[in-house]
Every structure is written in structure tokens, then in C-alpha cells.
């Protein structure tokens, strides 16, 4: 059975910055696109930023300048760098991926930017 698993959230300043890592595990597969989602109370799941297997990245508007997503493909992680953080980046972030035919979800990653 697959296993997706985040680390990396938790409370930060305005300004300040976080790192959120989500590894694949038992697994042999190759992973094709990697993907940071958040979700926020009251608000639809927003799509951060993807990067695909052959390192192409996209961001949401909102969030461009400021986060970086980057993957390691041998450890089968993708990273999310989120620097300059605002009050509005509080939510909690999932990561997914493909990995052969089917979509993997972390647990989800409580991130909060407040003083």
C-alpha cells in the first residue's frame, strides 16, 4: 500500500517562512505530476503549485514570488518553500501525486501565519 506523508507545517509570523515536505513510500513506481493544494474554511480547494516529472512548475497567482515547489525523485519527495507568508496563506495544505494510474494524498498540513 502506498504511503503519502506530510511534515512541515505549523505557526509563523507574518514574513516568515516554512518548508513543507511530502514523501511516497512503498512504492517502486515512478511519480509523474506533484502537486500542493490548500484548503481554507468557507473557501474552494485552490491548486498552489504543480511541478511535473520533468521539473515544469506552475503557481497560483496568489502565491507567486513567494513559494517555490521542487521534488527530489529519488527520495520520491516534493517540497514546498513558502517564504514572505501572509495571514491569507493560513490553511491546511495536501500534497498529491501520481504515481502510476492512481492519485495519493498526504494527511494534510496545518499551516498558520498570524502574529
Known amino acids: 500500500q502506498v504511503q503519502v506523508v506530510e511534515s512541515g507545517g505549523g505557526l509563523v509570523q507574518p514574513g516568515g517562512s516554512l518548508r513543507l515536505s511530502c514523501a511516497a513510500s512503498?512504492?517502486?513506481?515512478?511519480?509523474?505530476?506533484m502537486n500542493w493544494y490548500r484548503r481554507t474554511p468557507g473557501k474552494e480547494r485552490e491548486l498552489v503549485a504543480s511541478?511535473?516529472?520533468?521539473?515544469?512548475?506552475n503557481y497560483a497567482d496568489s502565491v507567486k514570488g513567494r513559494f517555490t515547489i521542487s521534488r527530489d525523485n529519488a527520495k520520491k519527495t516534493v517540497y514546498l518553500q513558502m517564504n514572505s507568508l501572509k495571514p491569507e496563506d493560513t490553511a491546511v495544505y495536501y500534497c498529491?501525486?501520481?504515481?502510476?494510474?492512481?492519485?495519493?494524498w498526504g494527511q494534510g498540513s496545518q499551516v498558520t501565519v498570524s502574529s
Open positions: 498529491n501525486m501520481g504515481i502510476g494510474l492512481y492519485i495519493y
Open positions: 511541478i511535473s516529472s520533468g521539473g515544469r512548475t
Open positions: 512503498r512504492t517502486i513506481a515512478s511519480i509523474n505530476v
